[in-house]
Protein backbone atom coordinates (compact mmCIF):
# COMPACT_ATOMS: atom_id res chain seq x y z
CA UNK A 1 0.00 0.00 0.00
CA UNK A 2 1.59 3.07 -1.09
CA UNK A 3 2.05 5.84 1.92
CA UNK A 4 1.29 8.18 -0.37
CA UNK A 5 -2.61 8.78 0.18
CA UNK A 6 -3.59 11.06 2.71
CA UNK A 7 -6.92 12.13 3.65
CA UNK A 8 -5.40 13.79 6.80
CA UNK A 9 -6.99 17.13 5.59
CA UNK A 10 -10.12 16.33 7.23
CA UNK A 11 -8.52 16.90 10.49
CA UNK A 12 -11.57 15.94 13.21
CA UNK A 13 -12.52 13.69 15.75
CA UNK A 14 -11.02 10.45 16.86
CA UNK A 15 -13.36 7.49 17.82
CA UNK A 16 -12.67 5.28 20.22
CA UNK A 17 -13.69 1.98 18.37
CA UNK A 18 -13.66 -1.19 20.86
CA UNK A 19 -15.65 -4.02 22.30
CA UNK A 20 -16.15 -2.64 25.67
CA UNK A 21 -16.11 -6.35 27.10
CA UNK A 22 -14.05 -9.27 27.98
CA UNK A 23 -12.87 -11.18 24.36
CA UNK A 24 -13.37 -14.58 23.92
CA UNK A 25 -10.87 -17.22 22.98
CA UNK A 26 -7.90 -14.80 21.79
CA UNK A 27 -7.49 -17.55 18.46
CA UNK A 28 -10.97 -16.18 17.31
CA UNK A 29 -10.48 -12.95 17.46
CA UNK A 30 -8.19 -11.33 14.18
CA UNK A 31 -6.73 -7.71 15.12
CA UNK A 32 -4.97 -5.88 12.35
CA UNK A 33 -3.68 -2.25 12.05
CA UNK A 34 -1.66 -0.41 10.08
CA UNK A 35 -1.05 2.83 8.32
CA UNK A 36 -3.31 4.32 5.17
CA UNK A 37 -4.27 7.75 3.69
CA UNK A 38 -2.62 9.92 5.74
CA UNK A 39 -3.62 8.17 9.03
CA UNK A 40 -4.31 4.43 10.68
CA UNK A 41 -6.71 1.39 9.93
CA UNK A 42 -7.79 -1.08 12.91
CA UNK A 43 -9.61 -3.96 12.05
CA UNK A 44 -11.37 -6.61 14.58
CA UNK A 45 -12.78 -9.42 13.14
CA UNK A 46 -14.05 -12.93 14.48
CA UNK A 47 -12.79 -15.86 12.56
CA UNK A 48 -16.36 -17.58 13.73
CA UNK A 49 -14.34 -21.28 13.01
CA UNK A 50 -13.38 -20.58 9.46
CA UNK A 51 -10.26 -21.15 7.87
CA UNK A 52 -9.13 -17.16 8.19
CA UNK A 53 -5.49 -16.16 9.11
CA UNK A 54 -4.07 -13.25 9.79
CA UNK A 55 -1.73 -13.68 7.02
CA UNK A 56 -4.47 -13.96 4.55
CA UNK A 57 -6.49 -10.92 6.34
CA UNK A 58 -3.95 -8.92 5.61
CA UNK A 59 -3.49 -9.35 2.07
CA UNK A 60 -6.84 -8.98 1.83
CA UNK A 61 -6.81 -5.20 3.51
CA UNK A 62 -4.22 -4.03 1.72
CA UNK A 63 -5.31 -5.17 -1.63
CA UNK A 64 -8.23 -3.83 -1.32
CA UNK A 65 -6.43 -0.11 0.16
CA UNK A 66 -3.72 -0.28 -2.46
CA UNK A 67 -6.52 -0.11 -5.03
CA UNK A 68 -8.27 2.45 -3.37
CA UNK A 69 -4.74 4.33 -3.52
CA UNK A 70 -4.82 4.18 -7.11
CA UNK A 71 -8.04 5.45 -7.82
CA UNK A 72 -8.83 7.92 -5.46
CA UNK A 73 -5.26 9.61 -3.93
CA UNK A 74 -5.02 13.08 -4.34
CA UNK A 75 -1.20 12.64 -3.83
CA UNK A 76 -0.65 10.06 -5.64
CA UNK A 77 -0.02 11.11 -9.22
CA UNK A 78 -0.19 8.42 -11.15
CA UNK A 79 -3.99 8.36 -9.31
CA UNK A 80 -7.57 8.07 -11.32
CA UNK A 81 -8.69 11.18 -9.56
CA UNK A 82 -4.77 12.98 -10.75
CA UNK A 83 -5.55 12.11 -13.92
CA UNK A 84 -9.02 13.56 -13.74
CA UNK A 85 -7.76 17.14 -11.81
CA UNK A 86 -4.87 17.49 -14.45
CA UNK A 87 -7.05 17.03 -17.72
CA UNK A 88 -8.09 20.61 -19.53
CA UNK A 89 -11.54 21.70 -18.94
CA UNK A 90 -14.45 20.64 -21.42
CA UNK A 91 -12.45 17.28 -22.25
CA UNK A 92 -15.00 14.15 -21.10
CA UNK A 93 -13.12 11.42 -19.05
CA UNK A 94 -14.37 7.96 -18.25
CA UNK A 95 -14.49 6.96 -14.89
CA UNK A 96 -13.74 3.88 -13.16
CA UNK A 97 -16.74 1.91 -11.65
CA UNK A 98 -15.59 2.88 -8.32
CA UNK A 99 -14.52 6.47 -8.79
CA UNK A 100 -18.14 6.97 -10.48
CA UNK A 101 -20.15 5.90 -7.84
CA UNK A 102 -17.79 8.07 -5.23
CA UNK A 103 -18.77 11.31 -7.66
CA UNK A 104 -22.26 9.98 -7.47
CA UNK A 105 -23.09 10.05 -4.36
CA UNK A 106 -21.20 13.05 -3.54
CA UNK A 107 -23.10 14.98 -5.88
CA UNK A 108 -26.36 13.30 -4.06
CA UNK A 109 -24.91 14.98 -0.87
CA UNK A 110 -24.15 18.03 -2.24
CA UNK A 111 -27.77 18.26 -3.47
CA UNK A 112 -29.41 17.10 -0.60
CA UNK A 113 -27.30 19.30 1.93
CA UNK A 114 -28.45 22.99 0.21
CA UNK A 115 -24.50 23.00 -1.00
CA UNK A 116 -22.75 22.29 2.06
CA UNK A 117 -20.90 19.27 0.77
CA UNK A 118 -18.60 19.84 -2.24
CA UNK A 119 -16.03 17.95 -3.26
CA UNK A 120 -13.91 20.48 -5.02
CA UNK A 121 -13.52 23.01 -2.02
CA UNK A 122 -9.93 22.54 -2.13
CA UNK A 123 -8.33 25.16 -3.24
CA UNK A 124 -10.52 26.88 -0.30
CA UNK A 125 -9.20 24.96 2.81
CA UNK A 126 -5.44 25.30 0.64
CA UNK A 127 -5.95 28.84 0.86
CA UNK A 128 -6.92 29.23 4.30
CA UNK A 129 -3.68 27.55 5.63
CA UNK A 130 -5.40 24.04 5.69
CA UNK A 131 -4.32 22.20 3.34
CA UNK A 132 -1.37 19.65 3.19
CA UNK A 133 1.26 22.77 2.10
CA UNK A 134 3.70 24.41 4.27
CA UNK A 135 1.34 27.38 4.20
CA UNK A 136 0.77 28.89 7.87
CA UNK A 137 -3.36 29.17 8.59
CA UNK A 138 -3.77 32.85 8.04
CA UNK A 139 -6.99 35.12 7.17
CA UNK A 140 -7.11 35.42 3.26
CA UNK A 141 -7.58 38.42 1.46
CA UNK A 142 -11.22 39.12 0.21
CA UNK A 143 -10.23 38.71 -3.50
CA UNK A 144 -8.21 35.70 -3.02
CA UNK A 145 -11.15 33.83 -1.48
CA UNK A 146 -13.55 35.20 -4.70
CA UNK A 147 -10.89 33.29 -6.94
CA UNK A 148 -10.88 30.41 -5.06
CA UNK A 149 -14.49 30.47 -5.39
CA UNK A 150 -14.57 30.71 -8.93
CA UNK A 151 -13.07 27.38 -9.37
CA UNK A 152 -15.08 25.52 -6.86
CA UNK A 153 -18.71 24.85 -6.62
CA UNK A 154 -19.71 21.23 -8.00
CA UNK A 155 -22.51 21.70 -10.02
CA UNK A 156 -21.08 24.79 -11.75
CA UNK A 157 -17.59 23.38 -12.50
CA UNK A 158 -17.93 19.53 -12.85
CA UNK A 159 -20.61 17.74 -15.00
CA UNK A 160 -21.49 14.05 -14.03
CA UNK A 161 -23.08 12.09 -16.62
CA UNK A 162 -23.47 8.05 -17.35
CA UNK A 163 -20.06 7.38 -15.31
CA UNK A 164 -18.40 10.07 -17.28
CA UNK A 165 -16.97 13.63 -15.90
CA UNK A 166 -16.28 16.70 -17.91
CA UNK A 167 -15.04 19.98 -15.77
CA UNK A 168 -16.25 23.57 -17.15
CA UNK A 169 -13.28 25.28 -15.17
CA UNK A 170 -9.85 25.01 -15.83
CA UNK A 171 -7.59 24.67 -12.15
CA UNK A 172 -10.81 23.12 -11.29
CA UNK A 173 -9.66 19.96 -9.00
CA UNK A 174 -11.62 16.81 -7.15
CA UNK A 175 -10.55 16.66 -3.63
CA UNK A 176 -11.67 13.34 -1.80
CA UNK A 177 -10.75 13.68 1.90
CA UNK A 178 -14.51 13.73 3.17
CA UNK A 179 -16.01 10.55 1.59
CA UNK A 180 -12.61 8.43 0.39
CA UNK A 181 -12.04 7.84 3.46
CA UNK A 182 -15.22 6.35 4.32
CA UNK A 183 -15.00 4.64 0.94
CA UNK A 184 -11.94 2.65 2.04
CA UNK A 185 -13.11 1.39 5.01
CA UNK A 186 -16.16 -0.05 3.03
CA UNK A 187 -13.60 -1.45 0.55
CA UNK A 188 -11.95 -2.92 3.35
CA UNK A 189 -15.54 -4.11 4.96
CA UNK A 190 -16.52 -5.60 1.40
CA UNK A 191 -13.24 -7.76 1.11
CA UNK A 192 -13.55 -8.96 4.93
CA UNK A 193 -16.66 -10.34 3.43
CA UNK A 194 -15.50 -11.85 0.59
CA UNK A 195 -13.32 -13.98 3.59
CA UNK A 196 -16.52 -14.63 4.59
CA UNK A 197 -16.35 -13.10 7.93
CA UNK A 198 -19.35 -11.76 9.29
CA UNK A 199 -18.03 -9.92 12.76
CA UNK A 200 -16.32 -7.13 12.38
CA UNK A 201 -15.26 -3.54 12.59
CA UNK A 202 -13.35 -1.55 10.05
CA UNK A 203 -11.74 1.75 11.18
CA UNK A 204 -9.71 4.26 8.88
CA UNK A 205 -9.22 7.35 10.75
CA UNK A 206 -12.19 7.66 12.82
CA UNK A 207 -14.84 6.51 9.70
CA UNK A 208 -15.86 2.63 10.46
CA UNK A 209 -18.01 0.48 9.60
CA UNK A 210 -19.41 -2.63 12.12
CA UNK A 211 -21.15 -5.70 10.95
CA UNK A 212 -22.30 -8.37 13.10
CA UNK A 213 -21.12 -8.57 16.95
CA UNK A 214 -18.22 -8.14 18.92
CA UNK A 215 -16.03 -10.35 20.59
CA UNK A 216 -18.27 -10.71 23.57
CA UNK A 217 -20.94 -11.75 21.57
CA UNK A 218 -23.26 -8.12 21.73
CA UNK A 219 -23.41 -5.59 18.88
CA UNK A 220 -20.54 -2.99 18.39
CA UNK A 221 -19.92 -0.21 20.92
CA UNK A 222 -18.00 3.03 19.56
CA UNK A 223 -17.14 6.02 22.05
CA UNK A 224 -17.68 9.27 20.84
CA UNK A 225 -15.07 12.09 21.43
CA UNK A 226 -16.10 14.86 23.88
CA UNK A 227 -15.45 18.29 21.80
CA UNK A 228 -13.09 19.68 24.12
CA UNK A 229 -9.63 20.61 22.42
CA UNK A 230 -7.87 20.53 25.75
CA UNK A 231 -8.66 16.93 26.77
CA UNK A 232 -9.52 13.51 25.68
CA UNK A 233 -13.10 11.75 26.82
CA UNK A 234 -16.03 10.37 26.07
CA UNK A 235 -19.19 12.27 25.57
CA UNK A 236 -21.14 9.20 24.50
CA UNK A 237 -21.15 5.33 23.53
CA UNK A 238 -23.27 4.14 20.27
CA UNK A 239 -24.15 0.74 19.45
CA UNK A 240 -23.32 0.50 16.02
CA UNK A 241 -24.02 -3.20 13.82
CA UNK A 242 -24.57 -3.14 9.90
CA UNK A 243 -23.84 0.53 10.00
CA UNK A 244 -21.26 2.83 8.47
CA UNK A 245 -20.10 5.69 11.41
CA UNK A 246 -18.24 8.84 11.10
CA UNK A 247 -18.02 12.07 13.53
CA UNK A 248 -16.50 15.49 12.06
CA UNK A 249 -15.32 18.19 14.28
CA UNK A 250 -14.13 21.42 14.27
CA UNK A 251 -12.71 21.92 17.69
CA UNK A 252 -8.72 20.39 17.55
CA UNK A 253 -8.08 22.11 14.03
CA UNK A 254 -8.23 25.95 13.78
CA UNK A 255 -6.28 29.05 14.91
CA UNK A 256 -7.11 32.57 16.75
CA UNK A 257 -7.06 36.14 15.56
CA UNK A 258 -7.49 39.27 18.02
CA UNK A 259 -9.60 36.38 19.91
CA UNK A 260 -11.70 35.11 17.27
CA UNK A 261 -11.45 31.29 16.45
CA UNK A 262 -11.16 30.46 12.77
CA UNK A 263 -12.09 26.53 12.24
CA UNK A 264 -10.35 24.15 9.43
CA UNK A 265 -14.45 23.84 8.70
CA UNK A 266 -14.87 25.62 5.10
CA UNK A 267 -18.44 26.96 4.10
CA UNK A 268 -18.44 26.07 0.25
CA UNK A 269 -20.82 28.54 -0.22
CA UNK A 270 -19.28 31.58 1.95
CA UNK A 271 -15.51 30.26 1.15
CA UNK A 272 -15.22 31.36 5.20
CA UNK A 273 -15.11 29.01 8.20
CA UNK A 274 -18.57 27.98 9.89
CA UNK A 275 -19.28 30.61 12.49
CA UNK A 276 -22.30 28.56 14.37
CA UNK A 277 -22.28 27.12 17.69
CA UNK A 278 -22.41 23.44 16.14
CA UNK A 279 -18.89 21.92 17.08
CA UNK A 280 -19.06 18.24 16.34
CA UNK A 281 -21.78 16.02 14.28
CA UNK A 282 -21.79 12.14 14.01
CA UNK A 283 -23.37 10.28 11.58
CA UNK A 284 -24.94 6.59 11.50
CA UNK A 285 -25.91 5.46 8.12
CA UNK A 286 -25.73 2.46 5.60
CA UNK A 287 -22.24 2.96 4.92
CA UNK A 288 -19.29 4.66 5.67
CA UNK A 289 -18.90 6.50 2.56
CA UNK A 290 -22.17 8.14 3.44
CA UNK A 291 -21.10 8.79 6.55
CA UNK A 292 -18.12 10.46 6.05
CA UNK A 293 -19.88 12.67 3.31
CA UNK A 294 -22.81 13.20 5.60
CA UNK A 295 -20.71 14.11 8.98
CA UNK A 296 -19.37 16.54 7.20
CA UNK A 297 -22.72 18.29 5.66
CA UNK A 298 -24.14 18.09 9.00
CA UNK A 299 -20.98 20.10 10.52
CA UNK A 300 -21.06 22.70 8.13
CA UNK A 301 -24.74 23.07 7.98
CA UNK A 302 -24.84 23.25 12.15
CA UNK A 303 -27.44 21.91 13.91
CA UNK A 304 -30.57 24.44 13.11
CA UNK A 305 -30.58 23.46 9.57
CA UNK A 306 -28.96 19.84 9.69
CA UNK A 307 -31.60 18.95 12.24
CA UNK A 308 -34.08 19.12 9.34
CA UNK A 309 -32.42 18.23 6.35
CA UNK A 310 -32.13 14.97 9.12
CA UNK A 311 -35.35 14.51 9.72
CA UNK A 312 -36.14 15.31 6.01
CA UNK A 313 -33.98 12.59 4.65
CA UNK A 314 -34.62 10.34 7.73
CA UNK A 315 -30.59 10.63 8.82
CA UNK A 316 -29.66 9.41 12.24
CA UNK A 317 -27.34 11.95 13.15
CA UNK A 318 -25.91 13.72 16.60
CA UNK A 319 -24.65 17.18 16.91
CA UNK A 320 -23.08 18.47 19.53
CA UNK A 321 -23.41 22.96 20.52
CA UNK A 322 -20.88 24.32 22.43
CA UNK A 323 -23.03 27.73 23.34
CA UNK A 324 -21.46 30.66 25.22
CA UNK A 325 -22.83 30.52 28.49
CA UNK A 326 -24.15 27.32 28.58
CA UNK A 327 -21.72 24.46 27.90
CA UNK A 328 -21.82 21.42 26.04
CA UNK A 329 -25.59 20.67 24.44
CA UNK A 330 -26.12 17.54 22.67
CA UNK A 331 -29.23 16.83 19.88
CA UNK A 332 -30.12 13.59 18.27
CA UNK A 333 -32.51 12.86 15.03
CA UNK A 334 -35.56 10.74 15.63
CA UNK A 335 -33.36 8.46 13.32
CA UNK A 336 -30.42 8.44 15.77
CA UNK A 337 -32.44 8.01 19.03
CA UNK A 338 -34.25 5.13 17.42
CA UNK A 339 -31.04 3.58 16.83
CA UNK A 340 -29.74 3.59 20.27
CA UNK A 341 -33.11 2.75 21.91
Known amino acids: MSATLRFSRRSFLILSASAL????????VLRLSGA???????????????????????AAIEAALAEVDTQMSNWNAASEISRVNAAAADQTMALSPALARVMQNAEMVHTASDGRFDVTVGPLIDLWGFGSGAEVPHIPADAEIEAALAISGQPRVLTLVDGSLRKSVDNAEIYLPAIGKGYGVDRVAEALRALDLKDFMVEIGGDLYASGRNPNGTPWQIGIESPVASERSLDSVATVTGMGMATSGDYRNFFEVDGKRYSHIIDPTTGRPILHDTVSATVLTENAMLADAWSTAMLVLGRERGMEIAEAEGLAVMFIDDVAGQGLTTTA??????LQA
Open 21 to 28: AACQAEDE
Open 36 to 58: TMGTTYNVIALSSGNSVDKATLK
Open 333 to 338: SSSYTA
